[in-house]
T-cell receptor, first 111, second 114 residues
Framework: GESVGLHLPTLSVQEGDNSIINCAYS??????FIWYKQESGKGPQFIID?????DKRQGQRVTVLLNKTVKHLSLQIAATQPGDSAVYFC??????????FGTGTRLTVIP | ETGVTQTPRHLVMGMTNKKSLKCEQH?????MYWYKQSAKKPLELMFV???????ENNSVPSRFSPECPNSSHLFLHLHTLQPEDSALYLC?????????????FGPGTRLLVL
């Protein structure tokens, strides 16, 4: 099946700095990508998505970049806040309409 | 709140017990999913229902039995589970259309099998 992996399992950033979380995917047929945030004791929460016909999408304080050439996805969080501390998952989807998730990156924001 | 609720939030059961997990979505979606989340593993898709019909069974052992009586409710019936089945079980839903739509997750049921 598809393989979605993350470069780093943990990331620590200073409050106020920008965070970048990376994700590699293996299926070039994937055409929809989503970033989820999961806080302790909660289910994954949708952050932002991007379709394969785009290479950048911006939300509130978050930006997702898609590089289809190297099959790489990143999530940028501007001015990281303590409330951003969580595990972040990328997920990819192909024609079967099912999502495949990476193992996640734990982001810790240092006050 | 995402509009997807799950009960119970926590469950402890013995290997000979029978229990059921419940999921309800209030979003008007027509596709529902069960996932298993174990420590340090990616979320594993278990079952998919589209318009109440099961369209995916991701090689899940028969001790897990899903039920979808309508497009708003999803159950996962559990019997004779094993300790390795201890995990967070997540329900998700989305609007099934010809274009990609986001899945919305419930808070999960934390299951411990003794």
């Amino acid at each position: 099946g598809e393989s979605v992996g993350l470069h780093l399992p943990t990331l620590s950033v200073q409050e106020g700095d920008n965070s970048i979380i990376n994700c590699a995917y293996s299926n070039s047929a994937s055409d929809y990508f989503i970033w989820y945030k999961q806080e302790s004791g909660k289910g994954p929460q949708f952050i932002i998505d991007i379709r394969s016909n785009m290479d950048k999408r911006q939300g509130q304080r978050v930006t997702v970049l898609l590089n289809k050439t190297v099959k790489h996805l990143s999530l940028q969080i501007a001015a990281t806040q303590p409330g951003d501390s969580a595990v972040y998952f990328c997920a990819e989807e192909t024609g079967a309409n099912n999502l495949f998730f990476g193992t996640g990156t734990r982001l810790t924001v240092i006050p | 709140e995402t509009g997807v609720t799950q009960t119970p939030r926590h469950l402890v059961m013995g290997m000979t017990n029978k229990k059921s997990l419940k999921c309800e979505q209030h979003l008007g979606h027509n596709a529902m999913y069960w996932y298993k989340q174990s420590a340090k593993k990616p979320l594993e898709l278990m079952f998919v229902y589209n318009f109440k019909e099961q369209t995916e069974n991701n090689s899940v052992p028969s001790r897990f039995s899903p039920e979808c009586p309508n497009s708003s409710h999803l159950f996962l019936h559990l019997h004779t589970l094993q300790p390795e089945d201890s995990a967070l079980y997540l329900c998700a839903s989305r609007r099934a259309t010809s274009t990609r739509e986001t899945q919305y997750f419930g808070p999960g049921t934390r299951l411990l099998v003794l």
